[in-house]
């Protein structure tokens, strides 16, 4: 090990940083310089903390409590690690084995730089100091017995520094290309995501659950009384059931005892929670679950390390990074029919410039990684709140079911939004072979903008149906959900086009984020978000209320659908104006398309 | 003593054969040309000499080191400047801070490599945006902070991908002179290159590989044969099928 170069190494990771945070300005750099400061200066201090405060107040502790504060600081150590690593993956890649190894390092010590970079992680540095100065007072209050509790957190910071080297190491596997790195990006977020709302959603699970109780409490209650109004049951029996009711309600509520069966049976199956269980053991007088445990996290550890290595190997003895991609169907010389691609359809309507741009702009959407994720959030959503529909589907007044359309093609919309207000930002070498083309500048908005229209419809479509199949929509507003689609297409669009061509910005690769996210790009944004809202309430929500008013009222006989009426002819319209403004508006763009190109070059590559 | 041998040198990837049975032999204080088409093997070939991928097959000793042995192949990468294909720099940093860390891994003292980037700097005319970070070079610019990072170790023996792609004709001028003198007092240079041209000025030695097969190794004049390396580059590699088959539609009348 040559800890010059661990020094060196250790150096330009600080420098790399402080570059970094630089360039996103310096207000940003102070602000996070004082963050970080405040933070390891905190986890400094928390260690003295934990260690006084553990020495006084452990010894009341339950071992249970115990348990769930070590289970508390686990969560929290998860999560900052996950966020780190998410964090980390949209950087430079400094101890990556393409930049060290023409120079004189050994494979294995890049490897073994990597890991110690890992085990001297911000995550380690700051929360590691206070979980030591908890498992010392636990030491102090319970006996030397306990010092099998740092053992076991030793084990396990070393076991979390290997896994998490581990998966560093097959990210960069993954991240070997900057399609490869986009797609990483976009999963490893989502995944990220998913399990920032995991707790969000237990506590809308646990919050129901109290719900219901309190519901049918009340119901029983209601029984009752109406039985004892209608004599149907005797003052004594109304007493004695009153009195059952009353007393199971006063009585200790079991929430904490549930909570901690639980919080048990996950620490028993997700190893990393043998750290809580193995230190509630201890306490209890049983420290071999806590050796037991340290041992296992060491094996694992040393699994997970020689894993890591061998890939590392592989990486340079079998050039993973380097491996020619698998050619695709080749054209043998004299075939003079290639494979039809996608490219060569026409659009029923449309010019073959519409229709190009049309599917170039859809099939590069459909690679995207953004995109891919957008189209997988809605079924996220749809999953998680899927279950609660179909138990309380038939108790949803009809009118909060009806109104979910609104609400639907509105996120759907919003969602889309982020290409729509941007044509041009996410794919810049694409806007510069627009630029570079003869075709008039509406064919290219016309193009662009439909090509939204599938992956709007992708979006929409699946969660209208499923509400319709768990719900009682009615028909007509299913229906005016699907006409909805062009409907909100075609003026997003207009409003989108307006901004993509005014206020035109670059997207940090690999994300949905603006490359300069203040100022000017951040206001617009934000309007933009409260006109289409706005938007989507009157064209979709207006026609919607009348109809609903119109059928609670017996205005209308009910088989008349003026709801999808209204709809209809609002597209209808909306259909004119757009014909009207695009032309306008491809004036606007051929005006602009260098100042265009520029802004989202410079800023977002 | 020999700057580079190989024996045998083989590199699959998967099916496919990059690098098929290299003997490739360069004297120390030759300039060294590595010819070769598009997707020949040339990268290939440089990345294993230089330690950065492993050889399926066969034997590399550089600078009478043997790279199969790691305590070996790093006292050899201890005596090499290397300009990779990817460049491999740190974007986020500037170019003082590049050439401080590459010296500082080479073991240099800091008032040598103090000394020695303010000198590289100033010759490859990087001084006026040394604070600069690499991301906002351009290609060129990027491509001179990699060759004053491989030269900055003074090494013996400089791998160079590529080195003039990008560069601008006064910084070209600059950074050939600099190689010259480089291989005059007695140092090694194995270089890549598209550009038949400067090679053909610069080079005493040329290797061609095609299809991953080293195909001619020769000095300049032996190779030539009276002709010119274009010519000859084309015989070796057999690049008349493609200049046989004509466009009709593109050589009709222009509109």
């Given amino acids: ?605 | 003593m020999t700057a580079i041998v190989t024996a045998g040198l083989t590199r699959c990837f998967g099916e496919q054969r990059a690098v098929d049975r290299i003997d490739l032999r360069v004297e120390r204080g030759m300039f060294f040309g590595f010819l070769g088409p598009n997707g020949a093997g040339k990268s290939t070939t440089i990345k294993m000499l230089t330690g950065l991928l492993a050889p399926t097959e066969g034997t590399i000793h550089v600078l009478g080191h043997d790279m199969s042995n790691s305590q070996e192949a790093l006292a050899a990468k201890r005596k090499i400047g290397v300009v990779p294909e990817g460049l491999a720099l740190f974007e986020n940093l500037n170019a003082w801070e590049y050439l401080t860390f590459i010296g500082r891994m080479h073991g240099l003292d800091l008032p040598t490599i103090r000394t020695r980037s303010e000198d590289l700097l100033q010759r490859l005319q990087l001084n006026g945006d040394a604070e600069k970070l690499s991301l906002e070079y351009s290609h060129g610019m990027k491509k001179k902070l990699a060759l004053a990072a491989a030269l900055l170790p003074n090494p013996d023996l400089l791998f160079l991908d590529e080195p003039f792609e990008g560069v601008d004709a006064v910084t070209s001028r600059v950074i050939k002179d600099m190689l010259h003198r480089f291989v005059q007092r007695g140092s090694t240079v194995f270089l890549t290159s598209h550009v038949l041209d400067i090679v053909e000025r610069l080079c005493t030695h040329v290797g061609i590989i095609s299809k991953g097969r080293l195909v001619e190794q020769a000095s300049l004049d032996d190779l030539r044969q009276g002709r010119t390396l274009e010519q000859r580059f084309l015989d070796v590699v057999g690049a008349g099928e493609a200049e046989a088959q004509p466009l009709a539609w593109l050589e009709g009348a222009a509109s």
């Avoid at chain 1, 390092?105 to 970079?117: C, D, I, K, Q, W």
């Avoid at chain 1, 008349?560 to 009426?565: A, H, M, S, V």
């Fill in chain 1, 1 to 605: 090990m040559n800890w010059q170069q661990f020094a060196v190494l250790s150096w330009a990771r600080w420098r790399v940083g402080y570059h970094q945070l630089r360039r996103q300005g310096v207000f940003s750099l102070i602000v996070t310089l004082v963050i970080l400061g405040i933070m390891l200066a905190g986890g400094f201090i928390g260690f003295f903390v934990a260690l006084t405060a553990g020495a006084l107040g452990l010894s009341k502790a339950s071992p249970n409590m115990v348990m769930a504060i070590v289970d508390g600081w686990l969560v929290v150590y998860l999560m900052f690690s996950m966020f780190s690593l998410l964090t980390e993956m949209q950087q430079e890649n400094l101890l990556s084995v393409d930049k060290l190894l023409h120079l004189p390092t050994s494979l294995f010590e890049v490897f073994l730089f990597n890991f110690l970079a890992t085990l001297l992680s911000f995550t380690n540095l700051t929360l590691g100091p206070p979980i030591l100065g908890f498992f010392l007072a636990l030491v102090l209050v319970h006996g030397p017995s306990l010092l099998v509790g740092p053992l076991l957190l030793a084990a396990w910071i070393l076991l979390a520094a290997a896994i998490i080297t581990l998966i560093r190491g097959w990210l960069a596997t993954l991240m070997a290309t900057p399609r490869g790195r986009r797609t990483t990006t976009v999963v490893i977020s989502l995944i990220v995501m998913v399990v920032f709302m995991l707790p969000q959603s237990a506590i809308f699970y646990f919050s129901r659950n109290q719900q219901q109780q309190h519901n049918h409490r009340t119901t029983e209650l209601q029984d009752l009384l109406k039985q004892h109004e209608r004599q149907e049951i005797t003052n004594e029996e109304f007493n004695a059931r009153f009195e059952a009711i009353r007393a199971r309600d006063a009585a200790p509520s079991n929430h904490w005892a549930t909570v901690t069966a639980i919080v048990e049976r996950v620490n028993l199956w997700f190893p990393p929670g043998w750290l809580a269980l193995g230190t509630r053991e201890a306490i209890e007088g049983n420290v071999w679950p806590a050796l037991g445990a340290s041992v296992l996290f060491g094996l694992v550890s040393i699994g997970c390390l020689r894993i890591s290595h061998r890939r590392m190997h592989r990486l340079v003895t079998q050039g993973v990074s380097d491996r020619p991609r698998p050619n695709g169907r080749k054209t043998v010389r004299g075939e003079t029919s290639p494979r039809r691609n996608a490219l060569e359809r026409q659009l029923p309507w449309g010019s073959p410039a519409v229709s190009a741009v049309f599917w170039a702009s859809f099939q590069s959407m459909l690679r995207a990684p953004e995109v891919k994720m957008l189209m997988v959030i809605p079924i996220i959503m749809l999953l998680m709140f899927a279950g609660g529909i179909s138990r309380g589907g038939d108790k949803i007044p009809p009118a909060a079911v009806s109104a979910m359309v609104v609400g639907v093609l509105a996120f759907s919309v919003l969602s889309i939004g982020q290409f729509a207000q941007n044509l041009f930002g996410i794919d810049r070498a694409g806007f510069r072979a627009y630029v570079l083309s003869g075709v008039p500048r509406e064919q290219i908005l016309i193009g662009r903008n439909l090509s939204l229209g599938p992956i709007l419809a992708v979006v929409v479509v699946p969660v209208l149906v499923a509400i319709r199949l768990l719900a009682p929509l009615p028909w007509s507003h299913l229906a005016m959900g699907f006409v909805g689609i062009p409907l909100l297409l075609l003026v997003v669009s207009m409003i989108g086009n307006l901004l993509s061509v005014l206020v035109p910005f670059g997207f940090k690769p690999g994300t949905l984020q603006p490359a300069s996210p203040f100022g000017l790009v951040f206001l617009v944004q934000m309007i933009f978000l409260w006109v289409v809202m706005l938007l989507v309430g009157l064209l979709i929500g207006g026609p919607l209320a009348l109809d609903m008013i119109a059928r609670e009222t017996g205005w209308l006989p009910p088989a008349i659908p003026l709801g999808l009426i209204l709809t209809s002819l609002e597209l209808a319209l909306v259909i004119v104006l757009y014909a009207v403004f695009i032309r306008r508006q491809g004036e606007m763009l051929q005006h602009r398309e260098t100042k265009i190109l520029a802004t989202i070059a410079e800023r977002g590559d």
